[in-house]
């Protein structure tokens, strides 16, 4: 299994790594820091606004990098296989999606500081642009690195289950695990009072479907790795999830992968998860 973890500073970044070692064995393990330079990225910028000193700044940015790196390295364990470090100017979240698809990752692991949606909309973050421009599962990490018993699956239908589903048997926990396979109904609104029946029936079969997913993904994964549970409620979906999440030890959903303005119109249910909840959440596409 071939990951992809970006660091920096924080301390999100260095549980980050430790969160990996928690899930999986890497095959090959690609540490990765962009060295943002911001507008001075570009020689003839910082020329322009005749800024001395520059060569100095860049490369105690870039030896700062380094040493970040070797800093995460030394938190592997003495026999990890195949250990790449990548150190290079450019925005951080661009440097890891080049370095992902460079090396065929199978995961992009990230650490994420607590923000809430518009400030994270304004300034922007590294693990937000990773999120959204990543075509590769993504694992966020926002908190210390925690042993893995307890997984929340959450299913809206069976595309996304069936990712998952694929991505949990070709790519097994280090270790046993409990999984609770979940799905939630969102209660829709009753406009016409006279359509009472109408709205039962949906509503039963909407119950009815998401109960019988749940049974057949639990049923599929079901084996002397897993343990299983399931459970159906109602509500909205990120905020349903975030409170199943409380007890759990990782959160697993799936991405529709829209993007642009179908993202903005439609919204996001794995965005919104991943800002609701505090343990780590693993994307898979």
Request: proline share 4%.
């Amino acid at each position: 299994m071939k990951i992809v973890v970006g660091v920096d500073w924080s301390e999100q970044a260095f549980a980050t790594v430790q969160q990996v070692l928690h899930l999986y064995r890497p095959s090959e393990l690609t540490l990765v820091h962009g060295v943002d330079l911001g507008v001075f990225e570009y020689p003839v910028v910082a020329q322009a606004a005749n800024l001395q000193g520059y060569d100095d700044f860049r490369n105690a940015l870039v030896d700062a990098g380094q040493q970040v790196l070797v800093r995460a390295a030394n938190m592997l364990p003495a026999d990890s296989d195949s250990l790449r470090q990548v150190n290079e100017i450019g925005s951080p979240a661009e440097v890891i999606l080049k370095t992902a698809d460079a090396v065929g990752a199978d995961l992009i692991a990230v650490g994420a500081r607590d923000q809430n949606r518009l400030t994270e909309l304004v300034l922007g973050s590294v693990s937000h642009r990773v999120l959204m421009h990543a075509t590769r599962p993504t694992l966020i990490v926002k908190s210390d690195a925690r042993p893995i018993q307890r997984v929340l699956i959450a299913v809206e239908g069976r595309p996304d289950a069936e990712r998952i589903k694929q991505w949990l048997l070709v790519h097994p926990f280090v270790n046993p695990v409990e999984l609770l396979i979940l799905s939630v109904v969102v209660p829709l609104r009753l406009a016409d009072p006279y359509n009472l029946v109408g709205f039962e029936a949906w509503a039963d079969r909407a119950m009815s479907y998401a109960e019988d997913l749940v049974k057949t993904v639990g049923s599929e994964l079901m084996g002397s790795r897993y343990s299983i549970g399931t459970r159906v409620v109602t509500g909205d979906v990120a905020s349903a999830v975030a409170e199943q999440a409380k007890d759990m030890d990782l959160v697993v959903v799936a991405s529709h992968g829209r993007k642009g303005l179908e993202r903005f119109l439609l919204g996001s249910a794995s965005h919104a998860i991943v800002h609701r909840v505090h343990c780590p959440i693993l994307v898979v596409r």
